[in-house]
């Protein structure tokens, strides 16, 4: 949520220092999502299908660095990609509330009936 809360403020950013300084901590922010995402997908997948799910998890890294400069080749305004790159992540908040507890997490919680 901070990470797409920071980017749609860039949208709307008129001086550089500020500019820098959102984009700094949005950064700081981004690196709590990959290691979140990581955990994620290695408790949401089974032993024998973690392996390649992180593998396939890593590779979402680059290839959305490959569709950010396609789109900012399409768009060519900063405020513009700010914009459209920042959109989908506040949309993806949804995702909260539809992705199951882990088997793990319900365990150690004490819901073992769950």
């Known amino acids: 949520?901070?990470?797409g809360c920071l980017g749609l403020a860039l949208?709307?950013?008129?001086?550089?220092?500020?500019?820098?300084?959102?984009?700094?901590?949005q950064a700081i922010f981004v690196q709590g999502v990959y290691v979140t995402s990581w955990t994620l997908v290695a408790e949401?997948?089974?032993?024998r299908w973690r392996?390649?799910?992180?593998?396939?998890?890593?590779?979402?890294r680059p290839l959305g660095v490959?569709?950010?400069?396609?789109?900012?080749?399409?768009?060519?305004?900063?405020?513009?990609?700010?914009l459209a790159l920042s959109l989908p992540l506040?949309?993806?908040?949804v995702y909260c509330w539809m992705v199951p507890?882990?088997?793990r997490w319900l365990l150690t919680r004490g819901k073992t009936r769950r």
């Open 11 to 25: 949208h709307f950013v008129r001086r550089l220092i500020v500019f820098l300084s959102l984009r700094f901590i």
């Open 101 to 103: 507890e882990s088997l």
């Open 90 to 93: 506040l949309i993806s908040l």
């Open 51 to 60: 392996c390649r799910a992180l593998v396939a998890a890593g590779m979402a």
């Open 66 to 82: 490959a569709l950010g400069a396609l789109l900012a080749l399409m768009v060519q305004h900063w405020r513009a990609i700010q």
């Open 44 to 47: 949401l997948f089974p032993a």
């Open 1 to 3: 949520a901070t990470v």
